[in-house]
T-cell receptor, first 116, second 116 residues
Framework: EAGVTQFPSHSVIEKGQTVTLRCDPI?????LYWYRRVMGKEIKFLLH????????ESGMPNNRFLAERTGGTYSTLKVQPAELEDSGVYFC??????????????FGPGTRLLVL | AQSVSQHNHHVILSEAASLELGCNYS??????LFWYVQYPGQHLQLLLK????DPLVKGIKGFEAEFIKSKFSFNLRKPSVQWSDTAEYFC??????????????WGLGTSLAVNP
């Protein structure tokens, strides 16, 4: 079974540019999460999809961030325009809801974003 | 606000030494608790998890953790570390609200270096 994959692994862009991160969850996983770790800080939740619907986007920093999950498969996270403080590692995770409150999230390798 | 505190940010041990990494959380409800590990150059992997039942849980590679409800703690232990345990270790608690929004709240992480 393939794990969660993310693309690209690294991205270096200039302030004001646009970057799109992609996440492919484990096949069959309805839940898809985005997290971010800024250097020196803890990993923080950004948002949660259930299939194609945004279940919780309370962690999105501002309206420069746009996440989509068309068709309920892969997800994209677009940052437009990027700012210096957006630099960090963006993690994607997926899980399968089994009808109990016992859910394990499986993580991708992350995308390292550096905004210059 | 819900939070997770990891007491040790950097730990250096010699091989065969015993390891204990502290984790305390603040969360009022029923908790699901996790330890994830990130080996150099790899993605976050689940080390072990606690949902319910026996508060002493065993994970991969000889790790175990004990959930002590009265102390709001979930400390990670290993009796004898190996060089290959060099990694960053993250404690996380699952936050869940009445709307069934779920997310992981993370500690800052502990960087463990094991000297051969």
């Amino acid at each position: 079974e393939a794990g969660v994959t993310q693309f690209p692994s690294h991205s270096v862009i200039e302030k004001g540019q646009t970057v799109t991160l992609r996440c492919d969850p484990i096949s069959g996983h309805d839940n898809l999460y985005w997290y971010r770790r800024v250097m020196g800080k803890e990993i923080k939740f950004l948002l949660h999809f259930v299939k194609e619907s945004k279940q919780d986007e309370s962690g999105m920093p501002n309206n420069r961030f746009l996440a989509e999950r068309t068709g309920g498969t892969y997800s994209t996270l677009k940052v437009q325009p990027a700012e210096l403080e957006d630099s960090g590692v963006y993690f994607c995770a997926s899980s399968q809801w089994r009808g109990t409150y016992q859910e394990t999230q499986y993580f991708g390798p992350g995308t390292r974003l550096l905004v210059l | 606000a819900q939070s997770v505190s990891q007491h040790n940010h950097h730990v250096i041990l010699s091989e065969a030494a015993s390891l204990e990494l502290g984790c305390n959380y603040s969360y009022g409800g029923t908790v699901n608790l996790f330890w994830y590990v990130q080996y150099p150059g790899q993605h976050l992997q689940l080390l072990l998890k606690y949902f319910s039942g026996d508060p002493l849980v065993k994970g991969i590679k000889g790790f175990e953790a004990e959930f002590i409800k009265s102390k709001f703690s979930f400390n990670l232990r290993k009796p004898s570390v190996q060089w290959s345990d060099t990694a960053e270790y993250f404690c996380a608690v699952e936050s869940r609200n009445a709307g069934n929004n779920r997310k992981l709240i993370w500690g800052l992480g502990t960087s463990l270096a094991v000297n051969p």
